[in-house]
């Protein structure tokens, strides 16, 4: 039987993954018959971008719907490769994987750390962010989810920057709002010329880790802009790993060691046919 891996998606480090899987499959380096790479989906945004193998969108419908997926579409193992706010679904593949009796590695970042220059103030989560502008009117760059902002709608007395993959629609409530569309990675020049253009004193984030938002972060220090950092939510206990190429080892691992896929000799992902 061919090993089915189940990816849940949404980051820059499940499409990198998938590109890594896909790259072994073309370069022969695996069977091409030999694996099966499905990448998951939520549907949030309007456009996904392309990725170099099959891709399933929408949930699962909590953990029970997913264990039943795992059972349905034989998966030989899960990596949780969701954004690190996303517990939710962390929490779901935990429950669900544990049901099925499937492995599961989460693939996950690990958060920014500031260094001197910085000016981060951590506050539990978004209403708190809103808490902590205070009264007095600030410029405040929102870089958060489209339906996270609208939290903001409740302190009109500051000027928004938003900037979202797609358009927030409809525009918030609030008398003073610029829109950005933009979809990652962003570079430090571009976000410095950003938060410049548009006099940014605040900035509201997530500690998202990784390379491809950390621009912001850089160019806040470089112009001592106060950084309001949504805390991370708790995620579950599961062996985690922080880059794509120790995700991929896992795989040819877990895969190998359970019988699913034969040995090449190299770290190739060829399975043994029939079994
Ligand atoms: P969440 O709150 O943890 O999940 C809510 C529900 O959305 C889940 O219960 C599940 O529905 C569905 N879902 C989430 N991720 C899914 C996936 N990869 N495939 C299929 N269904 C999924 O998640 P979220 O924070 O809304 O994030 C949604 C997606 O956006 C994730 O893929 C995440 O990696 C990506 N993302 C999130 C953030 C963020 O800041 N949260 C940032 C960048 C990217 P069911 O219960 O019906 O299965």
New binding site residues.
């Given amino acids: 039987m061919v090993p089915r891996i189940l990816l849940?998606?949404?980051?820059s480090e499940?499409s990198a993954l998938a590109k890594r899987l896909a790259a072994r499959l073309a370069a022969h380096i695996a069977d091409h018959a030999g694996l099966d790479v499905v990448l998951?989906?939520?549907?949030?945004t309007e456009h996904p971008a392309p990725q170099p193998v099959p891709v399933?969108?929408?949930?699962?419908?909590?953990?029970a719907?997913?264990a039943d997926y795992l059972k349905a579409e034989r998966i030989a193992a899960v990596v949780d490769?969701?954004?690190p706010?996303?517990?939710?679904?962390?929490f779901?593949a935990a429950q669900a994987c544990a049901a099925a009796g499937v492995p599961l590695l989460a693939l996950r970042r690990g958060p920014w750390m500031p260094v001197a220059g910085d000016r981060w103030r951590e506050v539990a989560d978004v209403p708190a962010a809103v808490a902590a502008l205070g009264d007095a009117p600030r410029r405040v760059f929102l870089a958060?989810?489209r339906n996270e902002v609208r939290a903001f709608e409740a302190a009109l007395q500051h000027a928004y920057l938003v900037r979202s993959v797609d358009p927030v629609l409809p525009p918030l409530a609030v008398p003073q709002a610029q829109y950005v569309l933009g979809r990652g990675p962003f570079g430090e020049a571009d976000d410095r010329a950003l938060l410049e253009a548009h006099r940014i004193d605040t900035i509201v984030a997530?500690n998202?880790g990784g390379a491809a938002t950390y621009g912001k972060m850089a160019a806040a220090r470089a112009l001592g802009i106060e950084v309001l950092l949504i805390a991370r939510p708790a995620i579950p206990a599961v062996p985690a790993v922080e880059t794509p190429a120790e995700a991929e080892a896992w795989l040819l691992h877990q895969l190998g060691a359970h019988g699913a896929v034969s040995s090449t000799g190299d770290t190739g992902l060829s399975a043994e046919r029939g079994a």
């Fill in positions: 849940l998606g949404g980051t499940a998951s989906l939520a549907g949030r399933r969108v929408g949930g699962f419908g909590g953990a719907g997913l490769a969701t954004h706010y996303a517990a939710r679904m962390s779901n958060l989810g997530k998202s």
